[in-house]
Each structure stands twice: as C-alpha cells, then as structure tokens.
C-alpha cells in the first residue's frame, strides 16, 4: 500500500471511530432521558393516586351510636372523626340518624379520609368531605327517575314468595294483598299455578337500584284459573280508588277478612258445637281463626268502638259499630291497640292475636251482628261501595286501557319488557250503561 492509500485508511478509521463515539453517546443520553422520563411520570402517576384516588368502605349504621362514635368504629381517629360530626351537624340533625341505614366512607390509599357519605332515606345523601384546612357538609338529592314497570309471577307456595321469586320486594305482595283484600284471602284461596300480573311505578337509581313503589296502575291475579282486576281511578270524591275492569268498586263496605293474611279457620258459624272447654253443645256464633299470639287483627270495615275491654269468657273484646247498621265483635285479643269512643277506618290495627279469656289456645273469635243478629260472616254477601260514576266513564276507560296495555302476557326475566295487553282484560266492559 502506498503513501496516499496508508492516509486514507488511518482518516476512515478515525471518522467510524468518532461516529460510534458520538452514536454511543447519543444512545445513551436518549436512554437516560427515557427513564428519566419514565420515572417523572411514575412520580406524577403516584401523586395523582394519592391525591384523586378514593377507596370506599360500606356499612350499615347501628342502633345507638352517636355520629363520631361511628366515625371511630370505621377507623377514623378522635381529632379526625370530631370535624367532620360538627360540620355534619350544621346541615343535618345527628340525633336522627335510623339504624340500617348505609354509611360509606372513602380514603386515599394512604389512609387519608376523603369522604363520608350517609344515606339519609331513598331520596337524600348527607355527603362530608375535607376542603384544605374546611370540612363542607351537604345534603344532596339523589338521582333517580319514576319507571312504569309490567311485573308478572306464578304461585308455587304463598303470593310472597311468587312476588319475590319475579324479582320484586315483599312490599309489592302487601299492596297486592290489600287490593284485593275484598275478594280474596291469601292464606287459604291461592293454588299452585296461579298468577299475578301488575303494572306499577318504580322510582329506580341510573343503576337500576329499586328506591320505592309508586303507584300500581293495573292488577290482577287468576285464582284457580277466575280472574281478578283492578283498575286504580278515582271514587266520586276523587280519590284514589280502585275498580274492575267492568267499573264496579273493589272496595266493599267490610274486608274479606279481620286478618291482613287471614289464618286458617278452625271453627265455623254453628248453632250446635262442642265447645272445648265448657265440654257442652252451645251456639258459636262466629268464625275463629287460628293465628300466633301477636298477629295483627284489623277491624273490617270503617265505624266507632263503642267497647273496649275484657269481657268475661271473650277475654279482651274490641267491639265496632258500623254505620250501615253492622256491629263486629273482636275477641280474645292480647292486646288492645283502640280505645271506646275511637272512629277507626277500614283496614285499621285494633289489637293482637291472644288467648284471653276461654280459650284453649291463641285465636281470634270473630263475630258480626245486624239488628241484633249474628251473621254466618262466611256466608255474607259483601255489600260494595257505588262504581264508577256515569260522567266519569270515558275517563276511566281511556284510563283502564292505557294501564292495561302494559300488562305482561307471559312469564319471562324479572322485569322484563313491557308487553301488550291481555285478553282477560282487553275484554273488560261495563255492566251497566253508562
């Protein structure tokens, strides 16, 4: 190799040595500044954990804790706890607060209390949080919007458990219960294979959280394959009532039982029974229901006590008059909830299940009266109350259609779509003309 050929080879290796120095450099400069990068967002990563992250914790308030006692129970310290009980106490009374009720409480992922949340009742929230060196409390109203939701079960055992089995809370199966309350007795008449259809308003969380029941629209329920309706209008008084699909009133002037779910009846109306304890045959003139001490008895119909009180062998007696001319007759009840003098509606606890006087175990004897005689309550036509008034039809049947369209036609999920109306009671006419 000449001269010039030698240079040129030395310059070449020069310059690729002084660019793999340079690239090597610029590698790791970059690599530097990428985890430098990499851990500068992990840091900010970190503080915005600490700083925005919230972990809550739910529980249910006991009976008879004061409000910082609470507090301290989920964890919180005394100094802590103190500031957000008075802050809490400028807006909402502290001495109300109602076991059961849902108490959360967020904190940071240090620990650090972020929040507490107390809910008040289905509509309200009492929500503390720390701000800077302050502690603001407000009571906020919970989101929530009215559904109209078609609800429809079969009965295997009791109307309960088919209420609960298609999804709904037991309150539903008590306002059927009373609507129907004239016709049937839902301790003895429901047979397996029965149904109940409803339409009814639900006020529901954005989650689908049932808050409460609003009104029931439409009902009904096939007892051993009879159908039974209801409507909900207006009386002639204009409030709020319920009728079949034909208009005439559900409601009659006594219930279908002293009993909100009436207990099996262990004696009949009888001029001529063995009675257990005298051990001789002598007129029962009423109707007992077997029930547990305790059960709530309700007068039948709307009238005055005009007695009170134990009465020899019918132990503690609630005597009702009634202003068509009915008088009913309560007894060996444990308790008394009415005194003499009282007015009570229909459907009103006047006392509980007992075994006062001669009795050989809890019952209620239940007995009815008119013009001085006793009634076979069994056997007695319920008079009803006035239907549908003759001006009022066309509004109660725009009504009773529009509810009965939503009615579900057949068994499915909880809550399922609304279906359209059915032929029990896409049928329904007035008996009379209106």
């Known amino acids: 190799m000449d001269k010039i050929g030698k240079i040129l080879f030395w310059v070449v290796l020069v310059a690729l040595s002084a660019g793999f120095i340079v690239t090597s450099y610029y590698l790791r400069n970059s690599a ?13 990563e970190a503080r915005r954990i600490q700083g925005q992250v919230v972990l809550y914790s739910e529980r249910l308030v006991p009976a008879g804790l004061p409000f910082q006692m609470l507090l301290r129970a989920v964890g919180i310290d005394a100094e802590t706890a103190g500031r957000p ?3 809490a106490q400028s807006v909402f009374d502290l001495r109300h607060l109602r076991a059961g009720n849902r108490l959360d409480v967020g904190r940071s992922v240090l620990g650090e209390l972020r929040s507490v949340r107390y809910r008040i009742d289905t509509d309200r929230v009492l929500s503390i949080a720390p701000q800077g060196n302050e ?6 109203t ?11 079960g079969e009965v295997h055992g009791s109307l309960f458990e088919a209420v609960i089995n298609a999804g709904e809370k037991p309150e539903l199966a008590m306002r059927l219960a009373q609507i129907f309350g004239w016709d049937l007795d839902f301790y003895t008449d429901p047979r397996p294979g029965d149904t109940f259809r409803v339409v009814v308003e639900k006020k529901v969380l954005s989650n689908g959280e049932l808050l ?5 629209l439409a009902a009904e329920y096939k007892n051993a394959g009879h159908p039974y309706g209801a409507v909900l209008f207006h009386d002639a008084s204009g409030a709020p009532a319920y009728f079949t699909p034909e208009g005439k009133s559900m409601k009659k002037a006594f219930l279908h039982s002293p009993l909100k779910f009436a207990a099996p009846i262990t004696s009949h109306f009888s001029e001529h029974r063995f009675h257990p304890i005298l051990k001789e045959y002598r007129p029962h003139l009423g109707i007992d229901y077997a029930a ?12 005055r006590v005009v007695f009170a009180g134990p009465k020899g062998g019918a132990g503690n007696l609630v005597q009702i008059q009634h202003t068509n001319g009915y008088t009913t007759y309560y007894m060996h009840l444990s308790r008394m909830l009415v005194r003499s003098g009282q007015h009570v509606e229909q459907g009103q606890s006047i006392g509980l299940v007992g075994m006062t006087g001669l009795a050989t175990g809890p019952h209620l004897d239940f007995r009815i009266q008119r ?24 509004e109660f049947a725009v009504l ?13 999920r909880p809550n399922a779509t609304l279906a359209k109306n059915s032929s029990s009671f896409s049928a329904a006419q007035p008996e009379t003309n209106p």
Do not use: C
């Open 135 to 140: 502690v603001h409390s407000e009571i906020q």
């Open 371 to 394: 013009q001085g005689q006793f009634l076979n309550f069994e056997r007695l036509p319920l008079p009803p109350s006035d239907p549908v008034a003759k001006r009022d039809w066309n």
């Open 400 to 412: 009773r259609d529009r509810a009965i369209a939503l009615m579900p036609t057949k068994l499915s």
């Open 85 to 87: 009980a008075a802050s």
């Open 142 to 152: 919970i989101p929530s919007e009215m559904q109209t939701i078609g609800v429809m």
């Open 212 to 216: 409460s029941y609003g009104r029931i």
């Open 292 to 303: 547990p001490t305790g059960t709530p008895v309700q007068t039948i119909g709307e009238g």
């Open 32 to 44: 530097e500044g990428e985890v430098s990068l990499q851990a500068s967002s992990a840091r900010e």
